[in-house]
């Protein structure tokens, strides 16, 4: 695309459910439902999608072009299943907005404003 | 899958399709992920695929719809006139139906602000053979009620009595109410402050009028309003106030919103009927045919109406044996209290109300013609959106989308109009309206604003609007293509029809009470209502007595007398039209009757000074008026009226014969001076009652009505005969200055609200109506341009389209008459009871409102067939 913005920073931040579906693709191609599993493992069951709500946002991701439909696709899936992936802007967009959560956490931890390290 | 996860699935299914159904894909993919999440939920139990399934629903709902309404108000923003204009035409229609509905619903719907409210009732003595069904009870008969019956939890009477009470600015004049044990046990509602009466200090209480106060200091519970008016201090409750020449404690201050009787009741006090009614005058107690208390009761909790008039009918039957003088056939009727308050208004409010919703109905009906325009208007712009893709169910849901935001904008109108048009109608009400002053927008009033909002929505914008989607595509796009299809058109004219049919019934309904009214003003009362004056004295109980009453009375009227414009004074008990005095209603008969027809016989007794008769312009039909020398040690005479000397002596002539009267000191022998005219007492629509009058001297009562003839306007003497009143004696409280004309009128309260307001409903909707045809025949004549082109370019006379166009709108007005007819032939049993000396099928009003609503339509006509006539078929034609 010509008219791409030419700092993705303008699009930051993020909504919290965009940027787990971003993340959630940031692995490879997954349709809908897999997203929608993927995001509830990984925070927990803290963020939930759904279906309705979901494919609305996947929808305008694309219109974004953040996502676009995959043709490739795992050999034992069924074949009507859609397949989303990250482009190459989709995926400077989640780069940008990881780097600039980096750097607030970065910053709190050097102000102190954590009162200890968290560990895993 | 068992049988109710699939109906879940089936739900989510339609409501998918419903709300997103946009790209059949998308739709499916997100079917098959929300089956998926249900499967892995009803692993996990029912509970789990319940909240699942909930939590699926809920993000389609807010998915869906968020974006169309988001998409309807963008388009609002953009063009607001359609939704702007409906909103406030429906709005409008939907805050004066609001506005009644608020009456009503604080009059006749809303519950008795008294706790278990169905469980009161009114108490009425009632007496089949005399024709006497609804009386206030006797308190003997009460008395022995409460002694005797196991009907009522609680029941008590009372009475009121006008007193006087001092404050630091003079007198004023104020109802009271005394009331017997028992009186707040039956309305069961605590006090806004202090307490109200224990059980002890019912007992032992005279009566205010008494003067007495029986050995203890007399106390009262004061209303809000007095209280307030009073200082509003709360430190009041403990301390005194002066009413009637003595000091009374005050024990506590009802609510607001307490009014019984009614909205004047300014303070209740405990009332002992005992001592009341005891010594040489009372031999036996409380009289048992004094009958006019008004009681209220508590059935208890548990007994039916029905089963609780039963036990009281046991009662009545053996009062009747121990006393057959005074309860021979007198039985008891057990009314609930809220249909007795509501009786008298009940059929003129729901008159108005339906008037009102008519007119909603035509605000309705000409927005719907709005629409169908608009819908025609958009009918290309639909097929292009069909041809280009766009689902059906898309439009649809855009389309219910805009409708919602409608409804939300008239609520939104209809709720401040409501508010503003209440005070209006609140002012215009008649006073004797019970319980208008709980009249209030509550939550009940809000919720039906809203409902009404969204029914005349769907009515007006919903329904008309459907087709949208419908629309074939082909023929829509074609060039030139009429502007509007040939269907659209047949629902206007339907709803055209419609509307005139009901402004029919809205006209019909406004001449006949118009008509009726102007019947009730012409009745003649039996006097001459015109230049009199009249004012009420009230003096102090403990002032004057007996002779000194008369001596009074004497120096007012003379006082009165002579001021210049006055023809003559005179004062009476009760004054026809009056609603303030009190009125005794006694058993009479002639001598030599026997026993059994002592009581067979009533008649209102009221008392009267020398030259009444001459000053009311009631004319003397033979014998005398009163005079000086009927005074208090001279023979007893009295003055009878037509209807009384009619039913006694069957046309003989009554003067110089006597009567028995058992009035005061029991059985006493009369003797008739006089027979008067008959006078309708209670305004024009009542009937003439049997009378008795005796004059004031012989009788000193203390409360009177003076009534002053006058050959200026009486209007103009009222100031000054007050104060000549006052200057005989500044203490004694001259109230309630008004005319005679004005009473009358107010006796036509009810009937003059019904009239005004249909009336105004009946212009409105007139109009409405007006407008509607109007912009239906603007409409088809743009449509037919070409036609009507065609026509002229063949040799049509310019008179011959606009007569084309005009009979168009008399087919429309004689179907529409037709319609009326048929809705002035259902409503007509409902309007009998409203109407006065007119039928409901009266063929002048009938036909007065055809020719009416003919004219108004043809005139309405005038300017779309002009504008036909003027078509220029040349360029009418090179589209």
Request: charge should be positive.
């Amino acid at each position: 695309m010509s008219d791409r913005p030419r700092s993705v920073d303008r699009l930051l931040p993020l909504k919290p459910k965009v940027l787990q579906i971003l993340l959630a693709l940031a692995d490879g191609p997954r349709h809908g439902y897999s997203i929608m599993q993927e995001v509830a493992t990984r925070t927990d069951g803290q963020v939930r999608l759904w279906p309705a709500a979901l494919y609305g946002t996947l929808r305008a991701l694309e219109d974004l072009d953040w996502i676009a439909k995959s043709e490739k696709r795992p050999s034992d899936d069924d074949e009507r299943r859609r397949y989303f992936a990250l482009t190459p802007l989709g995926k400077r967009v989640l780069d940008a907005e990881v780097r600039r959560l980096e750097a607030i956490v970065d910053h709190a931890r050097a102000s102190r404003a954590l009162r200890k390290p968290v560990r895993t | 899958m068992t049988p109710p996860s699939r109906r879940a699935i089936r739900a989510y299914g339609w409501l998918l399709w419903l709300l997103r159904g946009r790209d059949p894909q998308e739709q499916r993919a997100i079917k098959e992920d929300a089956e998926l999440l249900l499967d892995a939920a009803r692993v996990r139990g029912r509970r789990a695929f319940a909240a699942t399934w909930l939590a699926l629903m809920w993000d389609l709902v807010i998915v869906g719809t968020g974006h169309d309404l988001a998409r309807a108000l963008r388009s609002l923003v953009r063009a607001p006139g359609f939704a702007l204009t409906v909103s406030l035409l429906l709005g409008l229609g939907v805050a004066a139906t609001t506005t009644l509905f608020a009456l009503v619903n604080a009059v006749i719907l809303k519950p008795l602000p008294y706790a278990n409210p169905e469980q009161l009732v009114m108490v009425w003595e009632s007496n089949a053979p005399l024709k006497r069904l609804r009386e206030g009870p006797a308190p003997g008969n009460l008395n022995d009620w409460v002694a005797n019956s196991d009907a009522f939890e609680a029941l008590t009477g009372w009475w009121t009595a006008s007193a006087t009470l001092r404050g630091r600015d003079g007198s004023a004049p104020v109802t009271g109410v005394q009331v017997t044990t028992g009186f707040f046990e039956v309305f069961r509602r605590a006090p806004f402050l202090g307490r109200t009466f224990t059980a002890d200090e019912y007992l032992g209480r005279p009566s205010i009028a008494s003067g007495r106060t029986g050995g203890q200091e007399p106390v009262l519970v004061l209303s809000h309003r007095l209280w307030q008016s009073l200082g509003a201090n709360p430190a009041l409750v403990g301390g005194t106030v002066y009413v009637e020449g003595r000091k009374w404690r005050v024990l506590g201050v009802m609510p607001a919103d307490f009014a019984v009787p009614d909205i004047d009741a300014a303070f209740w006090t405990p009332w002992d009927m005992r001592e009341a009614y005891r010594g040489v005058r009372f031999p036996d107690g409380p009289p048992r045919d004094f009958r006019f208390l008004r009681v209220v009761g508590r059935v208890k909790r548990g007994l039916s109406r029905e089963a609780a008039t039963d036990r009281m009918q046991v009662l009545a039957a053996r009062l009747a044996a121990d006393h057959p003088r005074t309860n021979a056939d007198w039985s008891i009727q057990l009314v609930p209290l809220r249909e007795e308050l509501v009786r008298s208004s009940r059929t003129d409010l729901l008159l108005v109300f339906g008037a009102v919703s008519g007119l909603l109905l035509l605000v309705c009906a000409n927005v719907a013609s709005l629409a169908i325009v608009r819908g025609a208007a958009r009918a290309r712009e639909m097929a292009i959106r069909l041809a280009l893709g766009a689902g059906r169910m898309r439009i649809v849901r855009e389309h219910l989308a805009e409708s919602a935001l409608c409804a939300v904008l008239t609520a939104l109108v209809a709720i401040v109009l409501t508010t503003w048009l209440l005070g209006a109608a609140i002012a215009f009400a008649p006073s004797d309206i019970p319980r208008l002053h709980e009249v209030d927008v509550n939550i009940r009033v809000v919720s039906f604003a809203m409902a009404a909002a969204l029914l005349a929505t769907i009515i007006g914008v919903v329904l008309p609007g459907r087709r949208g989607s419908s629309t074939a595509i082909v023929p829509a796009l074609k060039d030139g293509a009429p502007v509007s299809g040939e269907h659209a058109s047949r629902v206007r004219r339907a709803l055209v029809v419609a509307e005139i049919g009901v402004t029919v019934v809205l006209l019909v309904g406004a001449g006949l009470l118009t008509r009726s009214f102007a019947r009730l003003q012409r009745v003649d009362p039996g006097f001459d209502a015109q230049n009199l004056l009249v004012l009420r004295i009230a003096p102090d109980v403990t002032r004057y007595r007996g002779a000194q009453v008369s001596d009074y009375y004497g120096r007012v009227l003379n006082s009165i007398r002579e001021l210049p414009g006055v023809a003559s004074a005179a004062a009476v008990t009760v004054l026809p039209m009056s609603t303030i005095g009190s009125d005794f209603y006694r058993p009479y008969w002639l001598e030599g009757a026997r026993p059994d027809e002592f009581a067979a016989t009533q008649a209102n007794v009221r008392m009267a000074t020398p030259g009444y008769f001459a000053t009311l312009g009631l004319p003397l039909v033979s014998g005398r008026e009163f005079s000086a020398r009927d005074a208090l040690m001279a023979p007893r005479v009295i003055i009878v009226n037509e209807s009384l000397a009619r039913s006694a002596w069957k046309g003989q002539d009554p003067v110089g014969r006597t009567l028995i009267l058992d009035y005061q000191n029991g059985p006493s022998s009369l003797q008739v001076v006089g027979v008067v005219g008959d006078a309708r007492y209670k305004g024009p629509r009542s009937d003439p009652a049997p009378e008795i009058f005796i004059p004031h001297a012989q009788n000193p009562y203390l409360v009177m009505n003076v009534v002053v003839r006058t050959t200026i306007d009486p209007a103009a003497l009222a100031q000054t005969a007050r104060v000549q009143a006052l200057n005989v004696d500044r203490d004694q409280p001259v109230h309630s200055v008004t005319t005679m004309e004005r009473l009358l009128d107010d006796t036509l309260q009810q009937d003059r609200f019904a009239m005004l307001f249909v009336a105004l409903f009946a212009a409105a909707g007139l109009l409405i109506a007006a407008t509607g045809v109007y912009a239906l025949l603007a409409f088809t004549v743009a449509q037919r341009r070409r036609e009507i082109a065609v026509r002229m370019a063949i040799g049509a006379s310019t008179s011959s389209v606009a007569r084309l166009i005009v009979m168009e709108s008399l087919t429309l007005a004689l179907v529409g008459c037709l319609v009326g007819a048929l809705g002035v032939a259902a409503v007509s049993r409902v309007a009998r009871s409203v109407l006065f000396g007119i039928a409901p099928h009266d063929p002048l009003t009938l036909g007065m409102t055809a020719a009416v609503l003919i004219g108004v339509v043809l005139a309405a006509s005038w300017l779309p067939a002009q504008r036909a006539a003027r078509i220029d078929p040349v360029s009418a034609m090179r589209i």
